[in-house]
């Protein structure tokens, strides 16, 4: 299974941007639909996920408030939408995949099958 992400770029803070992934494989009810980022010289962190079933999602403290999660199920396609970014956005965004279909697993990367190779967001003060 590959993910496919893209959307990432330059933005100035207070801008936005919308990222796109994609999985080679057709995304099942049962499955999760998750994006994490990793900035220079931090550990990788959750951002949001969403359920695929019925589109219920959850979001790291972070970023609540300026970040949704939607799929369109018949293009296959998860989307991270980004609002009033801040530089402290900047990081390399990944989409990953979980079998978990309890949102409760969402926040762990270790329950991600499979991932994506990540697109960089840059937001400049």
């Known amino acids: 299974v590959q993910l496919q992400a893209s959307g990432g770029g330059l933005v100035q803070a207070g801008g936005s941007l919308r990222l796109s992934c994609v999985p080679s494989?057709?995304?099942?009810?049962?499955?999760?639909m998750g994006w994490f980022r990793q900035a220079p010289g931090k550990e990788r962190e959750f951002v949001g996920a969403?359920?695929?079933?019925?589109?219920?999602?959850s979001f790291a403290d972070s970023v609540k408030g300026r970040v949704t999660i939607s799929r369109d199920t018949a293009k296959n396609t998860v989307y991270l939408q980004m609002n009033s970014l801040k530089p402290e956005d900047t990081a390399v965004y990944y989409c990953a995949l979980t079998y978990y279909s309890d949102t409760y697993y969402y926040v762990d990367q270790k329950k991600y099958a499979y991932w994506g190779q990540g697109t960089q967001v840059t937001v400049s003060s």
């Open positions: 494989v057709r995304t099942a009810s049962n499955h999760g």
């Open positions: 969403v359920r695929w079933r019925d589109g219920i999602t």
